[in-house]
């Protein structure tokens, strides 16, 4: 594709509700990052994906946090139970995997847990 | 812990002049130093890398320095216009590492 892509852009979800957001990284790109970025901060790191091995996790902020890739292309992000704190925006990044340096970002999913 | 600061406070200049960003680090090493563009509503947009061993790195208008002693870089807008408004974020990366570590960003405003 052109450029990594998110859906859905917004999310609304009551405070217990389990929500799963999208990722489809640019064709081929071999890695991917999920980060999580709080109003007025940068993207922290979440994850990440070299092909369908998850070889990082270390940023998820709870067990609630579920994520995969399973055919080393499209990524779902899951948040079980989700909690007020939870409300952020979910970036996703590739690259190539040659250089872990100028990854590519997709436009975000908001997500508002009331 | 390593820690990232960016100017605290938005900056507001007038078409034409010069904005100056300033990034600086501590307890961190990083080969590599980048600065993303983002819009709102938009994810961040790379625009420059500079690796440790270089001291500045210039495209188009854009000019980045890297001071490794002083643990900071500074990022030049020159001729400023009012669609180079956003949000500037630097973001770090050590040599063998792949987690970008990023700053809060700076929001500047381009006054026409």
């Known amino acids: 594709g052109a450029g990594v892509s998110q859906s859905p852009r917004y999310k609304v979800a009551k405070r217990g509700q389990d929500v799963a957001l999208r990722c489809d990284p640019i064709?081929?790109?071999?890695?991917l990052f999920w980060y999580q970025q709080a109003l007025g901060q940068g993207p922290e790191f979440l994850t990440y994906?070299?092909?369908?091995?998850?070889?990082?996790k270390s940023g998820l902020p709870s067990d609630r946090f579920f994520a995969e890739r399973p055919e080393g292309s499209v990524s779902t992000l899951k948040i079980q139970r989700t909690q007020q704190e939870d409300s952020a925006v979910y970036l996703c990044?590739?690259?190539?995997?040659?250089?872990?340096?100028?990854?590519?970002f997709g436009p975000g999913t908001r997500l508002t847990v009331l | 812990s390593q820690k990232i600061e960016q100017n605290s406070e938005a900056l507001n200049i007038q078409e034409g002049k010069t904005a100056t960003l300033t990034c600086n680090y501590t307890?961190?090493?990083?080969?590599?130093l980048q600065w993303y563009r983002q819009d709102p509503g938009r994810g961040p947009v790379f625009l420059l890398l500079i690796r440790e061993n270089e001291k500045e790195k210039r495209k188009e208008r854009l000019k980045v320095t890297f001071d490794t002693t002083l643990k900071q870089s500074l990022f030049h807008i020159t001729a400023s216009q009012p669609a180079d408004s956003a949000t500037y974020l630097c973001a770090l990366l050590g040599s063998n590492d792949y987690k970008l570590s990023f700053g809060a960003g700076t929001t500047v405003t381009v006054r026409a």
């Open positions: 990044a590739s690259t190539k995997g040659e250089s872990y340096n100028e990854q590519f």
């Open positions: 064709s081929g790109h071999v890695s």
């Open positions: 307890n961190y090493s990083p080969a590599y």
């Open positions: 994906f070299q092909n369908e091995a998850q070889l990082d």
